[in-house]
């Protein structure tokens, strides 16, 4: 099985590349997906049921730090979409038919995921801030258009679609950011997990189509630090349990964190702290690509043990 061919870990599904999440298990509601979802609830013009299936915002959180985390987000992802353009440009026909990492995908298609999805996402943001709901089949009408595009025609659309997202968020005003609240599928999120949810997406699969061009790309540590954070929410969709009980703490470097990832008993916790287990040791844009499911032997860095990075792979089969 070539390196990024991870459908021995899926169920047999057909999948849509516009709508679709690259990689994620057939029957699973991955978080990726989860954007390409929401705009479900904006639809029927109803508000999902918070009571049991909120994401935020948290006990503790004022809106001063609401906004920064925004602007962190922002940050971010604007460095992510302008790594993405300057892929995109330099591309030519025969290098957007050829696979992308998610081996099932075409370089092009994981393209019209990432153009969808921001198609839509700012489509959300107008419904919630004027209150007027998006008309009812708008998603699949995005993912029809951006599935019947050329592969010229999809990386051209993405570089737009990115900046049109960027400058729809970033007209949001304080109060918006620190109070809006997104409906993604059933449950709800806040300004900041919203942006951090495409930040993560964005981010991996440009190193999906970065990684096919140079087999030695890594995901750069202003990524890498904002979707450390996010690693244990992450690891609720994306995890695995392989049956072996174990505590580990991971203790990451650039920057440097530490997360204790326990498995046993039909699950598997990651949350952050120390524990009294073994300590791995890696860069944190490799334990990000480990919980996504893409540090296979060939995307390894040298200096980390085989042994340690081997026992781990299977908790996370990836998204």
Request: charged share 20%; aromatic share 4%.
């Amino acid at each position: 099985m070539k390196p990024g061919d991870r459908s021995a870990n899926r169920s047999p599904v057909t999948r849509n590349p516009a709508r679709t999440c690259a990689g994620s298990a057939g029957g699973t509601l991955a978080v990726a997906e989860l954007i390409q979802t929401h705009a479900a609830a904006i639809t029927a013009g109803v508000t999902a049921d918070t009571s049991t299936a909120r994401v935020g915002p948290r006990t503790g959180d004022s809106p001063a730090r609401y906004v920064g985390r925004v602007i962190d987000q922002l940050h971010a992802l604007h460095a992510s979409v302008e790594r993405l353009r300057s892929i995109v440009e330099s591309l030519d026909p025969i290098q957007l038919s050829a696979p992308a990492y998610p081996s099932e995908w075409t370089i092009a298609d994981t393209l019209s995921h990432l153009g969808s999805g921001a198609v839509i996402m700012r489509a959300t943001l107008d419904a919630i801030v004027s209150g007027i709901p998006v008309a009812p089949g708008y998603s699949q009408t995005v993912w029809d258009e951006w599935n019947a595009k050329s592969p010229a025609d999809q990386a051209a659309g993405v570089v737009g679609a990115d900046h049109a997202l960027l400058e729809r968020a970033e007209a949001l005003t304080e109060s918006q950011r620190a109070s809006l609240q997104f409906p993604f599928g059933p449950m709800t999120v806040s300004v900041p997990e919203a942006l951090g949810m495409r930040l993560n997406e964005h981010a991996v699969h440009t190193w999906d189509v970065e990684v096919m061009l140079d087999p030695a790309a890594v995901l750069s540590e202003g990524s890498s630090r904002v979707i450390l954070g996010s690693l244990p929410m992450i690891a609720r969709f994306a995890a695995k349990d392989d049956g072996v009980a174990r505590s580990v703490t991971v203790r990451t470097s650039e920057p440097t964190k530490e997360f204790v990832l326990a498995t046993g008993a039909g699950s598997v916790s990651l949350h952050p702290g120390a524990g009294d287990g073994p300590v791995v040791e890696m860069p944190a844009e490799s334990f990000v690509r480990l919980v996504y499911g893409r540090l296979d032997t060939d995307h390894t860095p040298a200096a980390l043990d085989p042994a340690e990075i081997a026992s781990l792979r299977p908790l996370f089969p990836g998204l």
